[in-house]
């Protein structure tokens, strides 16, 4: 039984360029997170989806940050230009409203950024 | 955003000792979660409380669902070196499914 799988798993940078992270959420989940973790801030949520439709993007830190749900299958976070503040590890989580109550968050592995 | 205050920080204890550790919102959560991040890991889910007063508990693990809605606990026992890690707690709002987390409490278990 597949869990959220990430890619790539570590990604390290100049600044200046473009950095994009992918998602793939669990198989039937209908919610999608995108999250940031700092040893500074801790976790922060950048934006989620419910059925590929972004709900809220409050947390994106500013306009070079983008992110994208084209299918219930797939998701991306764009950085560009990147610069060396985004260094962090950027987590993916997928859950459910089917079966309520279980609103329960599964995470993948993380991708860990590192911005020179 | 909403703040969650977990504490305490961090914990050293010995190994065979039991730990307790909590969460506290400004504002009611009708869900609470608890998870366990391993160094060089995601998250991963330990409990999951949906309704006040709950007390829930997966092997070694219990957590309960405050009665006031704003706060959770999460109690070890006989703790073992492989609980090491960063235990989250997280709370979801009335309203809508956005989740938020806890600073964390590291813990350290000594042989």
């Known amino acids: 039984d597949a869990g959220v799988i990430q890619s790539p798993r570590h990604e390290v940078t100049e600044m200046g360029q473009e950095v994009t992270l992918r998602c793939k959420p669990i198989?039937?989940?209908?919610?999608l997170f995108w999250y940031r973790q700092t040893m500074m801030r801790g976790l922060e949520l950048l934006i989620y989806f419910n059925n590929n439709v972004p709900i809220d993007d409050s947390g994106m830190p500013e306009d070079r940050f983008s992110a994208k749900m084209p299918n219930a299958s797939f998701s991306t976070l764009k950085i560009q230009p990147s610069e060396p503040r985004d260094s962090a590890v950027y987590f993916c989580?997928?859950?459910?409203?089917?079966?309520?109550?279980?609103?329960?968050?599964?995470f993948g592995p993380g991708t860990r950024l590192l911005v020179l | 955003g909403q703040q969650l205050n977990q504490s305490p920080q961090s914990m050293f204890i010995q190994e065979g000792e039991d730990v307790s550790m909590n969460c506290t919102s400004s504002?009611?959560?009708?869900?609470w979660l608890w998870y366990k991040q391993d160094p060089g890991e995601g998250p991963v889910l330990l409990i999951a409380l949906y309704k006040a007063g709950e007390l829930t508990s997966n092997g070694r693990l219990t957590a309960q669902f405050g009665i006031t809605r704003k706060d959770s606990f999460l109690n070890i026992s006989a703790s073992i070196p492989s609980d090491v890690g960063i235990y989250f707690c997280?709370?979801?709002?009335?309203?809508?499914?956005?989740?938020?987390f806890g600073t964390g409490t590291s813990l350290t278990v000594i042989p």
């Open positions: 997280a709370g979801q709002a009335n309203t809508g499914n956005q989740f938020y």
């Open positions: 198989s039937g989940h209908d919610y």
């Open positions: 989580a997928s859950s459910t409203s089917g079966g309520a109550p279980v609103w329960t968050q599964y």
């Open positions: 504002s009611i959560f009708n869900t």
